[in-house]
């Protein structure tokens, strides 16, 4: 493909005085732009197995939307946005709190491409709401990710976007790009069109495996940065060391890994006090996915002697060596995980079969989290083992009817389960009344387009007597829920008994606070009506096209919910662009979505 799809702009970085490009040496080398082929991975989807709107697919080729601005199903879109998602009850907490990703990273789409090149572009088409883009990354195969560029998420105006950041320079080839996304400043979901990767494709094969391998550093400057000195003085004394270890580690409790290992190369006494095994109670790689290997884990298996909490999210999209790294998963579960009580594997593409079937060794897990991890529906059943879960996230897994009833039964201290986009769920009916017997305790549930349910299974939800949150967005696609919502609404009360003047008196108090009703097309203002009457604890409500409601319902709703923060009316086609412009005036304290209408500009500008 010849066509020069990149303009050059201002902001390609010149080179330095260190850095030669390889097509400057070698003249013959062909430039190259090219579109995305294929999608290798991801970690955010809003389309299911079955549908191609908004699917990660639709980013393959060239753009179909750009210029024009809008909720284009197809584009990619991302399915989480904002803070809402953070605020669940069920949301996943930091495991350790000194690694927050300084760029708040959430999300990463991969993408293939044809031809292999020297990178000099990738231009990323965005066509609703851009500047979630904070990394991109690039690498040949399966070799080591190179960071290319990075940099905080962006505020930017409402129209479509070819966002094309200066990248980092560098003599090696790559036919893989990765995207990671920060949304959480956005007002709704952000969607990609397509993306170019720009570059110089060898021609000869000496100069492909010479690039293949990254054997290429060229510098113009003579000066070698390890003959640089330090400024500081070595025989100055080390006051530090002197302190009792209890309060060097205590110290070096507020660092990452990354200091705690520079710490542990300064002196013998520096390393003793970071390899305590109290610093690593918790223990969070998901920020260091890229570096994450078999040596790294079998580092940690000497200081992790007291583990608590692990996240291995991301963890093993990079590793050369796959069937080493998965062998450090198994032995590092075996050894250092049997006082585990939280685990996170999401996304982690090393997980198999027998990784799954080594995490009931862990007896004392009370937070399991497995999402989009790819295993057989058999393999769940070793999950039935476990006992004391209170969290268990299995969203976009192949988990069935007959494993998922197995591990429901088995731990009756279930408080919240994600079962999104889990699509092998054929009876989902008899998966809900399952765990009205034996989960009692559920405080939220999500099932978001999982949708085998019907109405019968849909009332079964008023059993739930502590139930906060609930998300049955895009459930009822294949049937009708009737009145279950007002069913559900009506039973879901919080039975609360209270001493006054010595007598006991019985007071029942619906405490919804986030209900996801998208999609439910037969629902309609009086069903609603009596569903806002029962839960006035609502914070969130979610009502994307359901086109039976009138806008006299979501002024009631507006003028009734005290603690309303959200409410989203996208594609509700009854309800006036007016009247959402009049109660964001009114009500500024809720945010009121509403999915922008496209705005088609001219091709051939």
Not at 40 to 56: A, D, F, M
Not at 224 to 247: G, K
Not at 250 to 270: E, G, M, Y
Request: proline share 4%.
């Amino acid at each position: 493909m010849q066509a020069n799809l990149i303009k050059k702009c201002d902001g390609i970085p010149e080179c330095d005085n260190k850095f030669l490009p390889v097509e400057v040496m070698a003249t013959d080398m062909q430039r190259l732009d090219q579109w995305a082929e294929r999608v290798v991975n991801y970690t955010s989807k809003y389309n299911t197995e079955l549908s191609v709107s908004y699917s990660p697919e639709n980013v393959v080729g060239k753009y179909e939307k750009y210029p024009s601005y809008g909720d284009f199903p197809e584009t990619y879109f991302l399915r989480t946005y904002g803070s809402w998602w953070k605020e669940s009850e069920a949301y996943q907490q930091v495991y350790r709190p000194q690694e927050v990703d300084p760029l708040g990273a959430e999300d990463y789409i991969t993408l293939g491409f044809e031809t292999a090149v020297v990178p000099r572009d990738v231009c990323i088409y965005e066509t609703y709401n851009p500047g979630a883009v904070v990394r991109i990354w690039g690498r040949y195969a399966l070799q080591e990710w190179k960071l290319l560029w990075d940099g905080p998420p962006q505020t930017c105006p409402e129209s479509a976007r070819k966002f094309h950041p200066p990248i980092r320079p560098l003599n090696c080839l790559i036919n893989e790009v990765r995207l990671e996304f920060n949304q959480s400043h956005l007002k709704y979901h952000t969607s990609i069109d397509a993306i170019v990767l720009g570059g110089f494709c060898p021609k000869k094969v000496i100069q492909y495996n010479v690039l293949k391998n990254d054997l290429l550093k060229w510098k113009i400057s003579g000066v070698d940065e390890r003959e640089q000195t330090a400024d500081d003085d070595s025989t100055s004394p080390d006051y530090f060391s002197c302190l009792p270890i209890e309060v060097m580690v205590h110290i070096f409790q507020n660092l990452d890994l990354t200091s705690l290992s520079r710490c542990a190369q300064v002196n013998k006494t520096w390393n003793a006090a970071s390899m305590d095994p109290t610093l690593y109670q918790n223990l969070s790689l998901k920020r260091y996915w890229h570096a994450v290997d078999a040596n790294m884990l079998s580092n940690f298996k000497k200081r992790c002697r007291s583990l608590k909490k692990l996240d291995l999210s991301w963890c093993g999209t990079h590793t050369t060596n796959e069937k080493a790294f998965f062998n450090a998963v198994l032995g590092f579960i075996e050894e250092c995980c049997k006082q585990l009580t939280h685990l996170s594997l999401c996304h982690c593409e090393i997980v198999n079969n027998a990784i799954l079937c080594k995490i009931p060794c862990c007896k004392e897990l009370t937070e399991l989290r497995l999402r989009n991890v790819k295993v057989d529906s058999h393999a769940f059943h070793c999950l039935s083992k476990l006992t004391k879960l209170i969290t268990l996230d299995l969203s976009t897994t192949k988990i069935s009817d007959e494993p998922l009833n197995a591990i429901l039964k088995a731990n009756p201290l279930l408080k919240h389960i994600n079962l999104d986009f889990c699509e092998h769920v054929e009876l989902l009916d008899q998966v809900v009344e399952t765990a009205t017997i034996f989960n009692k305790n559920l405080i939220t549930w999500s099932s978001f387009k999982a949708t085998t349910l019907t109405h019968t299974g849909g009332m079964l939800f008023a059993r739930f007597t502590k139930l906060r949150e609930l998300d049955l967005g895009w459930c009822f696609l294949l049937t009708h829920p009737g009145d279950s919502m007002m069913i559900i609404a009506d039973g879901c009360r919080d039975l609360k008994r209270c001493e006054q003047s010595n007598l006991f008196m019985l007071s029942y108090q619906n405490i919804f606070s986030r209900l996801i009703l998208s999609q439910w097309r037969g629902a309609n203002d009086q069903m609603l009506l009596f569903v806002i009457s029962c839960c006035k604890k609502l914070t969130q409500l979610d009502l994307l096209g359901i086109n039976g409601i009138t806008g006299d319902f979501c002024e009631e709703a507006l003028r009734t919910l005290p603690d309303l923060k959200l409410l989203e009316i996208s594609f509700c086609d009854r309800i006036q662009d007016e009247q959402v412009l009049k109660w964001r005036q009114e009500f500024p304290h809720v945010t009121i979505q509403r999915s922008c209408k496209t705005v088609v500009s001219n091709y051939f500008n």
